[in-house]
């Protein structure tokens, strides 16, 4: 299911709340469009969207930064005024002739189709993906136009469907020459005299631990015990900014791509495979230009003492979560040095995890799923992944070292990209302690005031219910998203004072750049273009952001359109499952045998007539009193699996319906 129709429910308007309204009332958000009429999108949790339609969406555009004014009486209904920021210059579709004229008619019906106003050097064909350069926008009743930009092939070639998924977002997966011919000049290996004025860690036990289909390897770990008896853990980042110098080809296509993108079967990296892949990826038996941040603990897992330097490493081995987990949990001993770090590490970070349970981190454990592919990229089968002990071990160590960094960057009163996490919205709170009654739950009283404990301790509580991933969703869904700053929030989630992303420079442009930080810092000269650069932190702040909340869609929209794949074939057959969410149009339901969801709609309840009740997030009928709640256990029909809405629709099978 698309991830903007699980998180919120759309409806028009009601009756006005309040008639003495100011006339001038402005909002300013993100357009969603739904055909003939759309939403504004409150970047404030505590305002609620505004519906526009017809004639008063003036010449915005689907994601389009809109100004808007609220109409005198109707709190959620407004007219669009202004155009703030267009959300895009392209548009992707299918190529279609129609009435005679050249068409770019996008797979979500609620987005209005471009005139292909010029086809340049290009040969398209009708029913072929294209990408159309917008040169007009829509005016005067008439859609937006624009010239070809390039053909992506027939919607059913192999990798067509994740092309159109990233071209709607502008996620390029090509980059310009310019930025490979950088790359391509870059040395195919690190000199010796590379690492001249680095710390060496080449005598330390340092190893990475990956998925089986990594390539780029941003992290190490070594463990040693000292002769105090303290742990000395050592996190041993790529330095990728030793060859992204600021200001060069391959800095600026970096800084606008901001993150790499993972779709299903695949990675958009930031940085080109020469670097993400090679030159920057920590592989076994090479020698690697490194970050390290080496952290001295006692045995409750207090950092007593760090040090942040510029070094060199060379992994001994690159493991898999899997023969991680296989030696955690191997009785007997230890066959190699290797594998008494790795229990030693196992135990260590139970104890940093413990640790932070008891401050309020707030513990969302997730059964995740994986889409396996053939070769032809075509879904063949959806698999549960299991949260591996040894996935909690890297977590806990990335963790420490990014909160040491973070604290450094404070401390020392340094520029910083923080990653920041704010407190929930009180309403919001208020509002998920009535939802939690009807679960039978009854929340600490200081729940509504945010504090990390009351909501970690409801976490706990739930653990081990049969509801359990459905009220965390719940949670979840009370939560602000974590974003970028140049001030220190915290992160409420984890219940830490300062944070920061340090562990990942290869995949993530805020990384890249707090890693100049320190070594401008350590260095104990920054450069006159450096300072310059440090001026711009607040917009890489604002852009990483976005352009991170643009990667995760186009990857939440890559795993929905292969699921909608798989189960095409199953559409007439029945499944049992579990409510997930309900809105006045009707309820999500994740089935129990794979982890798909689809919706049912209220219209399709033919045995009553259901009243929406948005305070408890329940369904009741008027006759029958019957109620649909999150948590509840249904038996459904899959009656639609629509690839080009991402969507599938199920029916409830009678024998529900008593």
Not at 211 to 220: I, R, T
Not at 340 to 369: I, V
Not at 392 to 413: D, G, I, P, Q, Y
Not at 512 to 519: A, P, T, Y
Request: proline content about 6%; some cysteine; overall charge positive.
């Amino acid at each position: 299911m698309s991830k903007n129709a699980f998180h919120r429910s759309r409806h028009k308007p009601g009756p006005p709340r309040h008639p003495h309204q100011a006339p001038q009332q402005s909002v300013e958000g993100r357009l969603q469009l739904r055909g003939r009429f759309g939403f504004i999108l409150s970047e404030d949790p505590a305002k609620q969207d505004v519906y526009v339609t017809g004639p008063s969406l003036l010449q915005a555009m689907d994601g389009d930064r809109v100004q808007a004014r609220i109409i005198p009486g109707r709190r959620r209904e407004g007219v669009i005024e202004k155009v703030v920021k267009r959300a895009r210059s392209t548009a992707v579709g299918i190529y279609r002739v129609l009435n005679g004229k050249p068409m770019l008619v996008p797979e979500d019906s609620a987005v209005a189709p471009v005139r292909v106003l010029g086809h340049g050097h290009l040969s398209v064909k009708d029913g072929q993906a294209a990408v159309v350069h917008i040169t007009q926008w829509p005016h005067a009743g008439q859609p937006a136009g624009g010239v070809l930009k390039e053909v992506l092939g027939w919607p059913q070639d192999p990798g067509v469907d994740i092309r159109v998924i990233l071209g709607k977002r502008e996620l390029q997966e090509n980059f310009p020459p310019e930025v490979l011919r950088e790359a391509a000049a870059l040395p195919g290996q690190v000199n010796p005299s590379g690492w001249s004025n680095r710390g060496t860690f080449f005598h330390l036990p340092v190893f990475t631990i990956d998925g089986p289909d990594a390539k780029d390897f941003d992290d190490a770990l070594s463990l040693e015990r000292l002769p105090s008896g303290q742990w000395r853990l050592g996190v041993h980042i790529a330095d990728a900014s030793e060859y992204v110098t600021l200001g060069s080809a391959l800095d600026k296509e970096a800084a606008d791509r901001a993150t790499s993108v993972y779709p299903v079967g695949g990675v958009v990296p930031m940085l080109p495979p020469k670097l993400s892949e090679d030159l920057c990826s920590l592989k076994p038996h090479v020698e690697r230009l490194t970050l390290s941040c080496l952290m001295d603990l006692d045995d409750h897992g207090r950092v007593a003492s760090y040090r942040i330097s510029e070094s060199a490493i060379k992994s001994a081995r690159r493991y898999t979560y899997e023969a991680v987990q296989a030696v955690l949990d191997r009785h007997g001993p230890d066959r190699d040095p290797a594998e008494k770090s790795l229990r030693e590490m196992a135990r260590l970070a139970r104890t940093l995890r413990a640790g932070r349970m008891r401050r309020g981190s707030l513990d969302f454990s997730f059964p995740e799923s994986k889409v396996v592919l053939d070769q032809r990229g075509e879904p063949i089968d959806i698999i549960r992944v299991e949260n591996l002990e040894s996935h909690r071990l890297v977590e806990e160590f990335m963790l420490l070292a990014n909160e040491t960094v973070a604290s450094h960057l404070r401390l020392n009163k340094l520029p910083a990209l923080y990653r920041i996490h704010e407190s929930p919205n009180p309403e919001k709170l208020r509002k998920l302690v009535e939802v939690l009654k009807v679960f039978g739950i009854h929340a600490p009283a200081k729940l509504t005031e945010g504090t990390h404990e009351a909501l970690a301790e409801v976490l706990r509580h739930v653990k081990g219910r049969p509801d359990q991933n459905v009220i965390n969703r719940l949670i979840l869904r009370t939560l602000k998203q974590a974003v970028y700053s140049t001030k220190n929030q915290g992160h409420y989630g984890l219940a830490s004072s300062c944070y920061t992303h340090f562990t990942s420079p290869i995949r993530r442009y805020p990384d890249l750049c707090v890693h100049r930080i320190l070594k401008s810092s350590l260095r104990g000269n920054p450069s006159p273009a450096l300072r310059s650069w440090e001026h711009g932190l607040p917009q890489i702040a604002l852009h990483s952001s976005l352009r991170e909340r643009l990667a995760q869609e186009a990857e939440w929209e890559s795993q929905d359109l292969k699921k909608v794949k798989f189960m095409k074939s199953r559409v007439g057959k029945a499944f049992s499952g579990i409510i997930t969410s309900v809105t006045s149009f009707g309820f999500f339901v994740e089935l129990a045998d794979y982890q798909v969801e689809g919706l049912v709609r209220v219209e399709s309840l033919e045995d009553d007539y259901y009243l929406y009740d948005e305070m408890r997030l329940t369904l009741r009928g008027r006759r029958t009193h019957r109620v649909f709640h999150p948590g509840q256990k249904v038996h459904v029909l899959l009656a639609d699996a629509n690839e080009s809405k991402r969507q599938m629709e199920f029916q409830l099978i009678r024998k529900d319906h008593k």
